[in-house]
Protein backbone atom coordinates (compact mmCIF):
# COMPACT_ATOMS: atom_id res chain seq x y z
CA UNK A 1 0.00 0.00 0.00
CA UNK A 2 1.47 3.51 -1.28
CA UNK A 3 1.70 5.78 1.79
CA UNK A 4 0.48 9.37 1.34
CA UNK A 5 2.06 12.66 2.01
CA UNK A 6 -0.40 15.31 3.06
CA UNK A 7 1.48 17.85 1.05
CA UNK A 8 1.31 16.09 -2.02
CA UNK A 9 -1.55 13.33 -2.90
CA UNK A 10 -4.15 14.99 -0.57
CA UNK A 11 -5.74 18.76 -0.35
CA UNK A 12 -4.68 19.31 3.17
CA UNK A 13 -7.36 20.51 5.45
CA UNK A 14 -5.79 24.35 5.10
CA UNK A 15 -6.53 24.66 1.59
CA UNK A 16 -9.60 23.46 1.41
CA UNK A 17 -10.37 25.69 4.11
CA UNK A 18 -9.15 28.18 2.09
CA UNK A 19 -10.66 27.35 -1.23
CA UNK A 20 -14.05 27.23 0.92
CA UNK A 21 -13.71 31.02 2.18
CA UNK A 22 -12.69 31.89 -1.51
CA UNK A 23 -16.33 30.68 -2.70
CA UNK A 24 -17.33 32.62 0.00
CA UNK A 25 -18.33 30.05 2.87
CA UNK A 26 -17.45 30.32 6.46
CA UNK A 27 -19.00 28.44 9.84
CA UNK A 28 -21.15 25.83 8.97
CA UNK A 29 -20.89 25.51 5.85
CA UNK A 30 -17.44 25.86 5.75
CA UNK A 31 -17.00 23.32 8.09
CA UNK A 32 -19.19 20.55 5.81
CA UNK A 33 -17.60 21.75 2.69
CA UNK A 34 -14.03 20.51 3.82
CA UNK A 35 -15.46 17.40 5.08
CA UNK A 36 -17.38 16.41 1.90
CA UNK A 37 -14.03 17.14 0.12
CA UNK A 38 -12.09 15.33 2.22
CA UNK A 39 -14.83 12.65 2.01
CA UNK A 40 -14.64 12.53 -2.12
CA UNK A 41 -10.62 12.46 -1.66
CA UNK A 42 -11.17 9.14 0.40
CA UNK A 43 -13.85 7.79 -2.22
CA UNK A 44 -11.04 8.44 -5.15
CA UNK A 45 -8.57 7.16 -3.25
CA UNK A 46 -10.14 4.03 -2.09
CA UNK A 47 -11.37 4.10 -6.02
CA UNK A 48 -7.68 3.98 -7.00
CA UNK A 49 -6.49 1.40 -5.22
CA UNK A 50 -9.40 -1.26 -5.66
CA UNK A 51 -8.40 -0.74 -9.50
CA UNK A 52 -4.70 -1.37 -8.81
CA UNK A 53 -5.43 -4.41 -6.12
CA UNK A 54 -7.73 -5.73 -9.39
CA UNK A 55 -4.91 -5.08 -12.15
CA UNK A 56 -2.56 -7.22 -9.62
CA UNK A 57 -5.37 -9.47 -9.37
CA UNK A 58 -5.40 -9.91 -13.18
CA UNK A 59 -1.78 -9.83 -14.19
CA UNK A 60 -1.60 -12.90 -11.37
CA UNK A 61 -4.06 -15.07 -12.68
CA UNK A 62 -2.08 -14.50 -16.48
CA UNK A 63 0.98 -15.13 -14.80
CA UNK A 64 -0.67 -18.63 -13.26
CA UNK A 65 -2.19 -19.58 -16.41
CA UNK A 66 0.82 -19.08 -18.18
CA UNK A 67 2.75 -21.80 -15.73
CA UNK A 68 -0.18 -23.92 -16.06
CA UNK A 69 0.04 -24.28 -19.97
CA UNK A 70 3.99 -24.57 -19.59
CA UNK A 71 4.00 -27.15 -17.29
CA UNK A 72 1.03 -28.99 -19.37
CA UNK A 73 3.27 -28.30 -22.62
CA UNK A 74 6.57 -29.88 -20.59
CA UNK A 75 4.21 -32.64 -19.54
CA UNK A 76 3.11 -33.32 -22.86
CA UNK A 77 6.55 -33.35 -24.66
CA UNK A 78 7.79 -36.15 -21.74
CA UNK A 79 4.98 -38.41 -22.58
CA UNK A 80 6.38 -38.30 -26.35
CA UNK A 81 9.74 -39.04 -25.53
CA UNK A 82 8.55 -41.56 -23.13
CA UNK A 83 6.17 -42.78 -26.18
CA UNK A 84 9.62 -42.62 -27.97
CA UNK A 85 11.78 -44.47 -26.25
CA UNK A 86 9.32 -47.64 -25.18
CA UNK A 87 8.67 -47.93 -29.26
CA UNK A 88 12.41 -47.89 -29.77
CA UNK A 89 12.39 -50.75 -27.07
CA UNK A 90 9.61 -52.96 -29.19
CA UNK A 91 11.47 -52.26 -32.12
CA UNK A 92 14.57 -53.44 -30.77
CA UNK A 93 13.10 -56.67 -29.67
Given amino acids: M ?6 TTMTTIQALKDLGEQLGLEGTDLRDFVKEQQYLEREERTKEREER ?5 FEKEKQDREMEL ?22 DS
Fill in 70 to 91: RRMEFEIEMKKIETSVMQEGLN
Fill in 53 to 57: EKQHD
Fill in 2 to 7: EPCSSN
